[in-house]
């Protein structure tokens, strides 16, 4: 019963560490990379649809990307999709690709971006504390029902802040990282 906890616990901790990572790749820095247009939505027949699942999403070179429609009558609903976006990005249509430009990102916009990240982070740690808060719940109940003894649910409740701080240690890792990146010019 304490192993299955602990194992709960530590599998929504990776969890939330994989989806913080997931976040950040999504924040830009001065260079071009797919993942950017990953969550950008475009109207396709009625349905809110993925603009990689439209189209060719390919980096043409270091700061630009470039998209494909496999439609042509998708080139100009994906362009205003990447234009409303919250990414702040100016697409241009050329033919039958529409080329996404990487403006440079100024030391305001840089700061900006560190604040971002900085409440992602936040964000990500909150729910590790949350694990960690309803691990220790769940060890409160099974002593409740005398499943386990008090000693048990000590050394459990020490696991489990084990796997608290690690988690918190990885993510103010992949922090420092990303604000280095963005940082870098």
């Not at 990414?87 to 033919?95: E, Q, R």
């Not at 386990?148 to 240690?169: F, N, S, V, W």
């Amino acid at each position: 019963m304490i192993n299955d906890v602990k194992k709960s616990a530590e599998t929504k901790m990776q969890k939330t560490l994989e989806a913080f990572k997931n976040d950040l790749a999504k924040v830009r820095t001065g260079r071009a990379h797919t993942g950017i247009l990953d969550h950008v939505t475009v109207d396709y027949y009625g349905s809110d649809t993925p603009i990689n699942q439209v189209a060719n999403v390919t980096l043409i070179d270091a700061r630009t990307i470039g998209v494909q429609p496999w439609e042509k009558s998708m080139a100009a609903k994906i362009e205003k999709a990447i234009r409303d976006s919250d990414l702040g990005l100016n697409p241009a249509a050329m033919g039958d690709i529409i080329r996404v430009p990487m403006p440079m990102l100024t030391e305001e916009r840089r700061r900006d971006l560190i604040k971002v990240v900085r409440s992602e982070a936040e964000g990500a740690r909150v729910a590790v504390r949350n694990v960690r808060r309803d691990g220790n719940n769940e060890l409160k109940n099974l002593i409740k029902d005398k499943a386990i003894t008090e000693d048990e649910e000590r050394r459990a409740q020490d696991d489990i802040q084990k796997l608290t701080d690690k988690y918190i240690a990885e993510i103010d890792k992949a922090l420092a990282v990303k604000e280095a990146d963005l940082m870098a010019v």
